[in-house]
């Protein structure tokens, strides 16, 4: 099984700032599988990107994926007040997982 | 709009049994692949079942392989999740998801979730 490494743990910037997020796979995953979610407190996920670097209908701009093989990453161009969040990676191999996540938090 | 509302969910006995429902609207249900996932308390997602649209093929985590049986009924928009021999460690908020496209595998991204249902094993 295919694990998922997320880092850092915790993120703390301000809003404007950029903040990039990473998602490490110990082996080499389909890009096409890649996805990035957003959960806030008790609220259900929301997806980000599909496909590594597809955006779904109503997602800003400002967010933005890319990566291959190992390495993935979530980039938030600028941070909305909104954007404070945990955020998980997910890739498919022979499984479904998730990585741990990470926090966005207000600096 | 789309919408997925999930409900059956509630307090069981360790070894018990439990079916949660996910009643969705808005969209082609049976053109979209489509997923169970859960959220422990204070942890991380974690991935249980999904099925395709047409409801023939099923996939399961290993940690739910053998008790759990995701179905789907597509004339009333309707996916299923029938839990068995439940233990501690399947209390959780059990979201239902469909995929991002149409058609799609379900590995490819959930596009919408719905807002949960609470599972509780405790004796």
């Known amino acids: 099984e295919i694990v998922l490494t997320q880092s850092p743990g915790t993120l703390s910037l301000s809003p404007g700032e950029r903040a990039t997020l990473s998602c490490r796979a110990s082996q080499n995953v389909n890009s096409n599988y890649v996805a990035w979610y957003q959960q806030k407190p008790g609220q259900a996920p929301r997806l980000l990107i599909f496909?590594?670097?597809s955006r779904p209908t109503g997602i800003p701009d400002r967010f933005t994926g890319s990566g291959s093989g190992t390495d993935f990453t979530l980039t938030i161009s600028s941070l909305e007040p909104e954007d404070f969040a945990v955020y998980y990676c997910?890739?498919?191999?022979?499984?479904?997982?998730f990585g741990p996540g990470t926090k966005v938090d207000i600096k | 709009e789309v919408q997925l509302l999930e409900s059956g969910g509630g307090l069981v006995q360790p070894g018990g049994s439990l079916r949660v429902s996910c009643v969705a609207s808005?969209?082609?249900?049976?053109?979209?692949?489509m997923t169970w996932v859960r959220q422990a308390p204070g942890k991380g997602l974690e991935w249980v079942s999904s099925i395709s649209g047409s409801g023939r093929s099923t996939y399961y985590a290993d940690s739910v392989k053998g008790r759990f049986t995701i179905s789907r009924d597509n004339s009333k928009k309707t996916l299923y999740l029938q839990m068995n021999g439940l233990t501690a460690a399947d209390t959780a908020v059990f979201y239902c998801?469909?995929?991002?496209?149409?058609?799609?595998?379900?590995?490819?991204?959930?596009?919408?979730w719905g807002q949960g249902t609470t599972v509780t094993v405790s004796s």
């Open positions: 808005g969209f082609t249900f049976s053109s979209y692949a």
């Open positions: 998801a469909k995929t991002v496209v149409p058609t799609a595998m379900y590995y490819y991204g959930m596009g919408v």
């Open positions: 997910q890739q498919f191999g022979t499984s479904l997982t």
């Open positions: 496909s590594t670097s």
